[in-house]
């Protein structure tokens, strides 16, 4: 129950945080959402850091690291949310973001998870 409970703070706190910067970065004019793309870059850098910390020596505890990676992280990041975005590019017609949007979201997400690692070695 306590593992949950972790998950669950965790969660809600990335939730919110995601929520925010989406609301002052996603641009409503260009339909560009910048917001998703920063929290999924961040987050992808924060559970490399996390998840790099947990290996190395055991620096993190289990319950940090369901609050902080499988919490925080899930809640932050947004794979629906991007998936969603695509899907309006698509809709729309405008390949162009859709191809920068999601292979800039794939390298960059990629690239800050292995920096991530490489910063707690």
Do not use: W
């Not at 910390?53 to 899930?74: E, H, I, P, R, V």
Request: hydrophobic content about 50%.
């Amino acid at each position: 129950m306590k593992q949950l409970l972790l998950v669950f703070l965790g969660g809600g706190i990335g939730s919110a945080l995601r929520y925010i910067i989406g609301k002052y970065l996603n641009n409503t004019q260009t339909g560009i959402p910048y917001g998703t793309f920063a929290a999924n870059i961040l987050g992808s850098l924060l559970i490399g850091i996390i998840l790099g910390l947990a290996a190395k020596n055991n620096s993190l505890s289990q319950s940090q690291t369901l609050l902080l990676a499988t919490g925080f992280c899930g809640g932050f990041t947004t794979f629906s949310t991007f998936a969603y975005e695509n899907h309006v590019f698509l809709k729309s017609g405008d390949f162009t973001s859709f191809a920068v949007y999601t292979i800039g979201s794939f390298i960059m997400g990629f690239i800050a998870v292995f920096l991530g690692m490489f910063l707690v070695k």
